[in-house]
């Protein structure tokens, strides 16, 4: 169990241990790798997110950098023109479920927080732009700290390790202790080992078999394994949009290892994934 029983944004109350949470993926990008361009105008945007929401979404994961491999970086303008409006938009049109920005630029993180943001979620763990933490604690929400090394360009040479587990619980702990020196209450912290970035088929695997191990830190969990890869592996199935029952297995994987988010792209389906995993492995 985490150090601490529940959060309460908007008018969700997320009480750890007693659910598993989904968090909806809306990329408002054109080159995601599973949904790029599905969603980059305001409208479909507003109507996936409507969707999402309907399907069982408990949040929504707001994202203007696509940061699958290889993905070139974006500037922060750029970025600010795709996520700004649609956060804003979005609660103009009634969505009002807690939202994540997807992000590693406090300039972003910032700007949706004023259109209406609830938390950040970083891939970076805070480590990209060296304002991120303070600019999380002056805004007093939540933070998303991802294990990863490298960037999407050069992440997947970056897969060596002498002790998975152990190298992601360090990362984890010293960005834990960074953000509370920054004034980062502990209880706005969630943590996600990074699934698919910098790690390879194995890896990610391993990652699912042994998550609990993150558990003693103390936190919140999110997983993001959303038609990646590792399941086209497994399937042979390139196309990343007919992986989803891949991954509703790898989310039972997660639930069963004590996940207490799932970043996922197919909220309807995965919420009944979670509502039966949940009655095996929740008390």
């Given at each position: 169990?985490?150090?601490?029983?529940?959060?309460?944004l908007?008018?969700?109350?997320f009480?750890?241990?007693?659910q598993?949470?989904?968090?909806?993926?809306?990329?408002?990008?054109?080159?995601?790798?599973?949904?790029?361009?599905?969603?980059?105008?305001?409208?479909?945007?507003?109507?996936?997110?409507?969707?999402?929401?309907?399907?069982?979404?408990?949040?929504?994961?707001?994202?203007?950098?696509?940061?699958?491999?290889?993905?070139?970086?974006?500037?922060?303008?750029?970025?600010?023109?795709?996520?700004?409006?649609?956060?804003?938009?979005?609660?103009?049109?009634?969505?009002?479920?807690?939202?994540?920005?997807?992000?590693?630029?406090?300039?972003?993180?910032?700007?949706?927080?004023?259109?209406g943001?609830?938390?950040?979620?970083?891939?970076?763990?805070?480590?990209?732009?060296?304002e991120?933490?303070?600019?999380?604690?002056?805004?007093?929400?939540?933070?998303?700290?991802?294990?990863?090394?490298?960037?999407?360009?050069?992440?997947?040479?970056?897969?060596?390790?002498?002790?998975?587990?152990?190298?992601?619980?360090?990362?984890?702990?010293?960005?834990?202790?960074?953000?509370?020196?920054?004034?980062?209450p502990?209880?706005?912290?969630?943590?996600?080992?990074?699934?698919?970035?910098?790690?390879?088929?194995?890896?990610?695997?391993?990652?699912?078999?042994q998550?609990?191990?993150?558990?003693?830190?103390?936190?919140?969990?999110?997983?993001?394994?959303?038609?990646?890869?590792?399941?086209?592996?497994?399937?042979?199935?390139?196309?990343?949009?007919?992986?989803?029952?891949?991954?509703?297995?790898?989310?039972?994987?997660?639930?069963?290892?004590?996940?207490?988010?799932?970043?996922?792209?197919?909220?309807?389906?995965?919420?009944?994934?979670?509502?039966?995993?949940?009655?095996?492995?929740?008390d």
């Amino acid at each position: 169990m985490p150090n601490f029983a529940e959060w309460m944004l908007k008018s969700q109350v997320f009480t750890w241990g007693k659910q598993t949470y989904l968090m909806g993926v809306l990329n408002v990008t054109p080159d995601s790798f599973s949904d790029g361009g599905d969603f980059n105008t305001l409208d479909a945007a507003i109507a996936q997110a409507h969707y999402l929401v309907k399907s069982g979404a408990h949040i929504l994961d707001i994202g203007g950098q696509s940061t699958r491999p290889q993905a070139a970086e974006v500037s922060l303008s750029a970025e600010l023109e795709r996520v700004v409006p649609v956060i804003r938009a979005l609660r103009e049109h009634g969505v009002n479920v807690p939202i994540s920005v997807d992000t590693t630029k406090a300039a972003v993180a910032r700007a949706a927080v004023a259109a209406g943001a609830d938390w950040v979620n970083d891939i970076s763990g805070a480590v990209y732009d060296p304002e991120m933490l303070g600019a999380i604690a002056a805004l007093n929400v939540p933070i998303v700290l991802m294990h990863m090394r490298g960037t999407p360009q050069t992440m997947q040479q970056l897969t060596e390790y002498q002790d998975l587990m152990g190298e992601i619980y360090e990362f984890l702990a010293r960005r834990v202790e960074a953000a509370i020196a920054k004034g980062i209450p502990s209880s706005h912290i969630m943590l996600d080992p990074g699934i698919g970035f910098a790690k390879n088929y194995d890896q990610n695997l391993e990652i699912l078999r042994q998550l609990s191990k993150l558990r003693t830190l103390g936190f919140p969990l999110l997983v993001g394994t959303s038609r990646k890869g590792f399941i086209g592996h497994i399937l042979n199935q390139p196309n990343a949009q007919e992986r989803v029952w891949g991954t509703a297995a790898t989310c039972c994987a997660a639930i069963a290892q004590g996940a207490d988010v799932l970043r996922v792209h197919d909220v309807k389906e995965m919420r009944d994934v979670c509502l039966v995993a949940d009655a095996i492995w929740r008390d």
